[in-house]
């Protein structure tokens, strides 16, 4: 069965790092069709729109999407994205790879993170002037779906510890909703599982990032963790995603586009190739995914690295190592 | 002149190392009023209040506040403590002190967080059944104080770097209104500074907490990020705060009551002797806070040291050390 898959590079160095995740998908034994669109301040400024009405649809008819990053306009680009392919789910490995300088190199945790409200809503009001609101949602329904997908992921990836954050002593009703919900799921499923106010979880995460596995966490609180995570296992050009809905999926680096380095042909490929891996994975290819993160891994242990993690390596040598290795 | 200092030690460890810090501050040639007040779950339990109107009375009347922590009533004490002094500004040095194992040997940051609004606004609603809303608040007075405070720190404690944490990018009226009022304080100043999105610093704080000096944050991000920063130089026990208003001001430990460890003795005063430091720098005795400061700098560095930090000493035998050096 032919799959077709969106690729939407963005803006600065996704421009570089999709290219090398097409290539590893094209060198696999499996079924793909790519079409491309745009999005990003590139796109924005010819036309007026971060987001075409084009790659808008391109995502929506996909079975999954590639996303690489976009610059300034990356709210307007992933948020509607998101919602394109009706994500309810983020979900953000941090692993440290061995040979790798790590803060914390025991770390293997995996964000879920609730992916449509929060404080994501989009509803901000002007009071008066000089005060304004921002409506903070949450709803059982939500939190639902976010611990069911958190607890059948770790069950599925043999992950023991489950950890629902949370700030319920100050989001009384908010995350108090959200927590009862995660709680009451834990429950029927008689699974194991510790609750953690976000704050003491930053604290725990960067001291012993070896105590936990999956986390699931609301909305702002799983982008701010899953990126602190990211600096100990040795920054954002290691850390995949994958954007999960009913029917249709988004897979992006956890990393932007990074303006400072984009262009000049040094981005790391790594976690946007294991973002591929992951979609692979999501569309049954499961031994495929495998390879590419045994393949990615090597790599990393094995060099060569790109300069982030402190090798001289371009994108395009990372890119052809990984390939060697598949 | 007299200073009285309301004193409320509150559950769990908070009633062990609050004694240490005032036998610290009694050791000193100032003139200190001291009365102590109940608050926490311990009062609660007996007069159904964990703040009863005396100790929030004396919180008033008082020239300044030592609090220790509470249990599960932790947000019903400290909330309104930090309202009764009209503390805007909470102030959340985390440095990492030679000798102790810390992540990040190199982190000397100071947060400065928003105190009285965002996500703490309290107002939340049921919009119907399984549907919650928390109103999140952002002023342009507050923002504009903060920052001012900020700014003002920086520059009366020699840091050079001043970074503005924010997430405009989402929330784009209420954190965009935070970020362009405390940009606006910057320029009046002619004060370099540079802004953040919180996940993104989130990740450069673990890899590189040497780059930051003075964090002004929104008070949910300004919570987890002092939180984050204290696993960075070895957790809670060695982190004080000040609450600073206008006209009063109260100084807590940023670790809570400590349950697991509570009654054992074995609670590390650091982070309280050095909010008492803080109270004494607020109150003008400057010399005697970098006194109580150096104590308990020489302690840490050469001992003894209490179990969280890998010794085995009790509080008393750590704040007789301090007591020692001043
Ligand atoms: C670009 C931004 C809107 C986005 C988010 O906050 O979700 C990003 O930080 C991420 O984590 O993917
Ligand atoms: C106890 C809680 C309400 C409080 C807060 O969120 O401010 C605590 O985490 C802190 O940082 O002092």
């Known amino acids: ?37 745009d999005a990003g301040d590139a796109v924005k400024a010819e036309t007026g729109e971060a987001l075409p009405q084009a790659t808008r649809k391109m995502a929506a008819d996909a079975d999954a999407t590639l996303f690489g990053a976009a610059g300034e306009t990356a709210a307007d680009v992933i948020l509607p994205l998101r919602e394109v392919v009706g994500s309810f789910a983020n979900v953000r490995p941090a692993v440290s790879y061995p040979g790798l300088d790590a803060v914390q190199p025991d770390t293997d945790i995996v964000f879920v993170r609730e992916n449509t409200e929060g404080v994501y809503s989009g509803i901000e009001d002007e009071i008066t002037e000089g005060v304004r609101t921002l409506t903070r949602v949450v709803t059982e329904e939500a939190s639902r779906d976010i611990a069911e997908f958190g607890f059948d992921y770790a069950k599925q990836n043999g992950f023991d510890d489950v950890t629902i954050a949370h700030k319920a002593n100050v989001m009384r009703e908010t995350d108090g909703l959200f927590l009862e919900t995660a709680e009451a799921v834990a429950e029927e499923r008689g699974a194991d599982y ?5 704050d003491a979880l930053a604290m725990h995460l960067v001291m012993h990032p070896e105590d936990y596995g999956v986390v699931i966490c609301p909305n702002l609180a799983g982008d701010m963790l899953s990126d602190l995570a990211a600096g100990l296992v040795g920054g954002l050009g290691l850390l995949p995603s994958a954007n999960v809905g009913e029917e249709n999926a988004l897979f992006e680096p956890v990393h932007g586009s990074a303006p400072d380095i984009a262009g000049q042909g040094v981005a790391n490929p790594s976690a946007m190739i294991l973002s591929a891996a992951m979609l692979l994975d999501h569309l049954g290819y499961d031994d495929e995914g495998d390879r590419v993160r045994a393949a990615v891994e090597g790599v990393l242990d094995e060099g060569p690295r790109t300069p982030d993690l402190g090798g001289d390596a371009s994108t395009d040598e990372v890119t052809s190592a990984v390939l060697d290795r598949l």
Chains 1, 2 share one sequence.
């Open 194 to 198: 510790d609750t953690a106010l976000m």
């Open 1 to 37: 069965m032919t799959h077709e898959i969106a690729v939407i590079p963005g803006d600065g160095i996704g421009q570089e790092v999709t290219p090398a995740a097409v290539e590893v998908l094209e060198a696999l034994d499996v079924d793909f069709d790519f079409v491309e669109g």
